[in-house]
């Protein structure tokens, strides 16, 4: 069965991102969502937004959730139609983290580069002492990432 790029709302993206993402959970905005559909059932969805790094001006867009069901060729199939979207957009350049245990196969598939490795740093939790507790420690912490753009 081939497989189909389909325009997705936050809120479908969000729906399938909180079951089958391994360690994030939804983004809480974002610019657009997209999926992958095959036969008619939603396999894989992207969710890209503002960059999190409040450094990159306003044409950086960042893919910063993907998710699949384990469907083969659905993540770099996503990573490649989030960048049209983008460029036909307006947006001049668009960046993704993984972490660095993962070997970003679809990232190169989809015409990304590595662009830095970026060393292991706390949680959210830990970056503010007055909020401590309050924010949800689920995410990257301690964990190395890599960051890829493209072009």
């Known amino acids: 069965m081939s497989l189909l790029v389909v325009p ?3 809120r479908e993206a969000s729906a399938f991102i909180a079951q089958h993402h391994r360690h994030h959970k939804p983004p809480r ?25 409040r450094a990159y ?13 384990g469907t083969k060729n659905a993540n770099s199939m996503l ?14 350049k668009v960046l993704t983290y993984t972490e660095e245990t993962e070997s970003g ?3 190169r598939a989809a015409g990304f580069r590595v662009d830095k490795i970026l060393p292991a740093r706390g949680s959210w ?3 503010s002492i007055k ?11 301690g ?9």
């Open 8 to 10: 997705l709302t936050l």
């Open 29 to 53: 905005g974002m610019k657009f969502a997209i999926g992958i559909e095959r036969a008619g059932e939603l396999v894989s969805v992207a969710t890209a937004g503002r960059p999190v790094a």
């Open 57 to 69: 001006g306003p044409r950086v867009l960042e893919v910063n959730r993907t998710c699949t069901d």
């Open 79 to 92: 990573y490649g139609a989030a960048r049209r979207a983008a460029v036909a957009m307006g947006y001049e």
């Open 105 to 107: 196969a679809t990232l």
């Open 125 to 127: 939790e830990q970056s």
């Open 131 to 141: 909020l401590k507790g309050i924010r949800d420690p689920k995410g990257s912490g």
């Open 143 to 151: 964990v190395a990432r890599i960051r890829w753009v493209w072009p």
